[in-house]
């Protein structure tokens, strides 16, 4: 089992992490044969807040067929999220994940290059939802469907609305590519 990670330019720390741990854990204490990769348009990657992260692989050397699962941390468009977030090269990775119904989760603003990819038309999702839900009327405009929870599910794609969500979305992801069992050994083992 493989877990891709894309990291934009500007991704939050804490919602990278989250799956870095969770799946960390689950390989280590409990044996869950799951090797996170993660990817960038570039090998250093600068995050929200200017922490620097060197990923395993570049974009270009990135096929949809090697992994069972994407997740896509959010970040911040002062740090320059976006400009890679919304890159063509990661909405068709997007877009082949979810034609061959492998798991998609995002954290946050995460939920957006999904949004734009095309996907997310007509079903359900959601994003940041604080500072007056302006995140969640881009994503509603790329056409999904706004539920405002803390984490929403749709067929193969988990979305979630703030930074707070990102380890509820790695167990959830967790539960996705093993069992609930398995995700609760976790979950209990990290004092969640």
Request: glycine letters at 8%; hydrophobic letters at 45%; a negative charge.
């Amino acid at each position: 089992m493989k877990l891709l990670v894309f990291l934009a330019k500007g991704f939050e720390t804490i919602e990278f992490s989250a799956f870095i741990d969770v799946m960390g854990w689950a390989k280590t204490d409990f044996d869950c044969k799951i090797d996170v990769v993660t990817c960038g348009l570039n090998q250093k990657v600068i995050s929200s807040f200017n922490v620097p992260v060197l990923v395993d692989k570049v974009m270009d050397e990135v096929s949809a067929d090697e992994y069972d699962a994407l997740a896509i941390p959010g970040g911040f468009e002062e740090f320059g999220f976006y400009e890679e977030a919304y890159n063509e090269q990661l909405l068709e990775l997007i877009r082949l994940f979810d034609s061959q119904k492998k798991w998609i989760a995002t954290v946050c603003v995460g939920a957006l290059p999904v949004g734009k990819s095309g996907v997310l038309n007509g079903r359900k999702a959601t994003t940041y939802h604080l500072r007056g839900a302006h995140k969640q009327k881009v994503l509603q405009g790329f056409g999904a469907t706004i539920v405002n929870s803390p984490i929403v599910v749709d067929d193969n794609i988990i979305t979630s609305y703030c930074p707070q969500t990102s380890y509820g979305v790695a167990l959830l992801l967790l539960e996705k590519l093993t069992s609930h069992k398995e995700m609760v050994l976790v979950k209990d083992a990290m004092g969640f």
